[in-house]
Each structure stands twice: as structure tokens, then as C-alpha cells.
């Protein structure tokens, strides 16, 4: 047993010949704080996705809280404790910040259908959903159309309902993309202020957020994680400067 919430072994996913994922180890424990980096097309987003479930490994095991969940859906994965969020759009533009998060909240609880049934239900629900934005820094826009909410700020909404779902792991593809710069590190604060108990895993280009954010950093190219560390090594590494720093990077 080890003490990883979330772990994978010679984890490998192929394409017909394209090898996406190259037997990959990796381990998070609570509390981590970590980026994945690397080239366009190096498999960040394929690895997140064999975490998650939406893609099933060639070969190779997901371990989550030391239960082996390679074979399982992601739908169950998300009952297990692992959320992300996407980089498509799937507020509720029209609805209030509240209104998002309370439905995300009554739908993992199992109550999604009963809209306009179970007031206790609704009220348990929003009085989560309150709690959930006091921790991102959300509380006095909660009343508040989506819409009418700066870029940031709608990137945390996403992030409170990813939070909904009471993981123990979450994931975080860009979650700063489109983000005006000025405002792009305020969002990467209040991720990593997160509480404790959630293992935080971001993709990020930006080196400059990831070296905020990151307690620990790992490295993907073509498919294989090339190393991990915290972020002088891998600031100070002449492999990573090379294939990754140097060429590659597009943040
Ligand atoms: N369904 C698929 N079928 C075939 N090839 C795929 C599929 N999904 C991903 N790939 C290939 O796997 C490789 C890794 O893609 P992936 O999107 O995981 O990389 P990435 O590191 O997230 O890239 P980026 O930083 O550009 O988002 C790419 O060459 C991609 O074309």
C-alpha cells in the first residue's frame, strides 16, 4: 500500500502504432500541488484524460485511494473523488453563480430532478454551494448572472462546480487560458488555497504560473515522463531546458 490518493503504473495508451502514453508512473498524495508540462502534443491531455476515464489504457493501471479503477467508468470515477474541469464552456450563462453551483451540488447528491420539489434539499444545497464559493473568493458574486462575470471569475465557477463533486482529486486543464494576464495569478492562488485534503494536478504553458502554483512538477514528452521535480530542478535541468524550455514552448 502506499499512500497516493491517485497513482498510475506503466500506464500506456496507444493510437494504432502512435504510442500517446509511454508507460507512465506517476503518484499524488493529499495536499500535492503539481503541474504537468511539455510540448504540444507530448499526451498531457490524453494522461488527464486516462485519470479521469474518458480514455481506458492500452495497458498499464489507475490506482484511486489504492483501488485499482483502470477498468472503470468515469461517471464512477467521479463518485470515487476525482473531478476536473473541461476547456469548453459548461456554465449556465443565464442562471446566477449560485444557481450553477446549488444544481451541480443537488445533481451529485442525486436530487438534480427534484427542482422544484425538496425545498430542505434545495436550501442544504445552496448553503453548500455558498460554502464552496467562500473558499474560491466567490461569495459576493454569487447573486450574480454568469454572464455578466469577467473571464476569471467564470473559470472559478467552473472550478466550484468541478468542487461540488467532493473530490480528492482535481484536475485543472489551463485553467487559466483566456484569462488577462493581470488577472491569470489571482486565479492560480485561490486554486492552490484550496483546502488541504485535495491533491491538485494543473496542465498548464504558463512557466510563470506553473513555478507559482507548483509545489512539484513533472515533465511529459512524447508521451514518457521524462522527470519530476520541484520546479529548480526542473528549472535547472539541461534535458527539460531542451526539449521542453527551448524548442517547444508555447506559453
Ligand atoms: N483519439 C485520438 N486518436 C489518435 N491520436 C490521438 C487521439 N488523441 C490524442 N491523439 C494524439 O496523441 C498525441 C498527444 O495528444 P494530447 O492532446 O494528449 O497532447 P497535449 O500534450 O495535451 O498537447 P497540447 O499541449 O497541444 O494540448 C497527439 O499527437 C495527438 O494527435
Redesign the pocket.
Known amino acids: 500500500m502506499t499512500d497516493a490518493v491517485i497513482e498510475t503504473r506503466g500506464l500506456c ?1 496507444q ?2 502504432a ?1 504510442v ?2 509511454d508507460h507512465v508512473d506517476f503518484a499524488m498524495k493529499a495536499g500535492d500541488r503539481r503541474a504537468l508540462i ?12 486516462l485519470l479521469t476515464g474518458q ?1 481506458m489504457p492500452t495497458s498499464g493501471t489507475v490506482w484511486l485511494n489504492g483501488e485499482d479503477v483502470s477498468q472503470v467508468p468515469m461517471h464512477r470515477r467521479v463518485k470515487r473523488g476525482i473531478a476536473r474541469t473541461f476547456q469548453l464552456n459548461t456554465l449556465l450563462r443565464e442562471s446566477t453563480v449560485l444557481e450553477n453551483v446549488q444544481l451541480a451540488v443537488l445533481e451529485h447528491r442525486g436530487q438534480g430532478g427534484k427542482l422544484f420539489g425538496g425545498a430542505r434539499a434545495q436550501r442544504d444545497a445552496a448553503e453548500s454551494a455558498m460554502e464552496i464559493l467562500g473558499r474560491l473568493a466567490m461569495t459576493e458574486h454569487a447573486g450574480r448572472r454568469v454572464s455578466e462575470l469577467a473571464y476569471g471569475r467564470q473559470r472559478l465557477v467552473e472550478i466550484a462546480i468541478a468542487l461540488a463533486l467532493q473530490p480528492k482529486v482535481l484536475l485543472l ?2 485553467p487559466a487560458a483566456g484569462v488577462p494576464p493581470a488577472d491569470s495569478h489571482l486565479v492560480l492562488d485561490v486554486i492552490a488555497a484550496l483546502p488541504d485534503a485535495i491533491a491538485i494536478l494543473i ?1 498548464e ?1 504558463d512557466m510563470k504560473l506553473v513555478f507559482r502554483f507548483a509545489e512539484r512538477i513533472n515533465v ?1 514528452v512524447q ?1 514518457r515522463m521524462l522527470m519530476e521535480g520541484t520546479p529548480a530542478d526542473i528549472s535547472s535541468d539541461p534535458r527539460v531546458r531542451e526539449v521542453y524550455l527551448g524548442k517547444s514552448h ?1 506559453g
Not at 502534443?41 to 488527464?48: E, H, I, N, S
Open positions: 495508451r493510437y494504432g502512435f500517446a502514453t511539455g510540448p504540444n502534443g507530448a499526451g498531457k491531455t490524453t494522461f488527464l484524460n480514455v486543464d489551463e496542465i504553458h511529459l508521451g508555447h
